[in-house]
């Protein structure tokens, strides 16, 4: 059984720092540097992630789908590279 992580320990988990749930991967980078920091909190504040065209990594959107599943609200992330 799989404990779901808590918004705090989504916070941990994007500063690098342990978490109490053992959320996140070895394997997937989550801290965020300053830059994606910045998008990570916006996106807290507005209800959605806007990413930029080109120059993210995949962790700010892993760390947002964590917060949201642990805020329990819906994931929306606008822009990005094309699929």
Not at 39 to 66: C, D, W
């Amino acid at each position: 059984m799989s404990i779901s992580p808590t918004k705090d320990d989504v916070e941990n988990l994007s500063r690098g720092l342990p978490t109490r749930t053992r959320s996140g991967s070895r394997a997937i980078p989550h801290r965020l540097t300053q830059k994606e920091r910045v998008l990570f909190e916006a996106a807290k504040r507005q209800g959605f992630l806007k990413l930029p065209m080109a120059g993210h990594r995949t962790n700010v959107e892993s760390i947002y789908r964590l917060w949201c599943e642990a805020a329990g609200v819906p994931v929306i992330i606008k822009g990005g590279r094309p699929v």
